[in-house]
């Protein structure tokens, strides 16, 4: 960039620096604005065809995953469950996509981070000593999403596994 006038060279490099960095909070905040996370947002079931968890580990949620919030920072999630009385809603996760663990349910947390623009991190830890820790993507049309992850019994024997959700609405 050149400069006319009578700039002495430390007023050029001084004008230099604010323009630079000018540019970097522009295309900084323009990045951000790019990185537009996929949502969540809507009703998840399990796909039991797809879904292979290895025997002896854990029973997975074969109940319906509703996520009312998902604007990429903010997540509200209710995993619904079944009881005597039929379908009713189970723990549930009110937080952020910042790696910090919140309580979901009694007797567990659980956190969410995101890894890439169509894929999070979600850990769960139980009080029993069991956890399970997964990177979950979501298919290019947002109509599935596979967790690949990794349970710990509370003996410390680890299972990897995989599920996969289907959208429903």
Known sequence: MAFKGSLSGARRL???AVFAF???VTNSAAFAADAQYVSQKGTWIMNKAETKIPSGSFTPFDTPSVVSTDDGTTLKLVQYIMTAT???PGP????????KPVAFGKEATRSFL??????????????????STEI?????????????????????KIYDYVEVWDKLQ
């Open 14 to 16: 001084a004008v230099c």
């Open 22 to 24: 000018s540019a970097t």
């Open 86 to 88: 039929g379908l009713e």
């Open 92 to 99: 549930s996760f009110d937080g952020s996509y910042d790696g």
């Open 114 to 131: 995101h890894v890439s623009p169509n894929s999070f991190r979600t850990d769960l830890k139980t009080n029993d000593g069991t956890s």
């Open 136 to 156: 979950v993507t979501f298919a290019a049309n947002n109509s599935k999403m596979r967790a690949e992850g990794r349970f710990t019994d509370a003996k410390g």
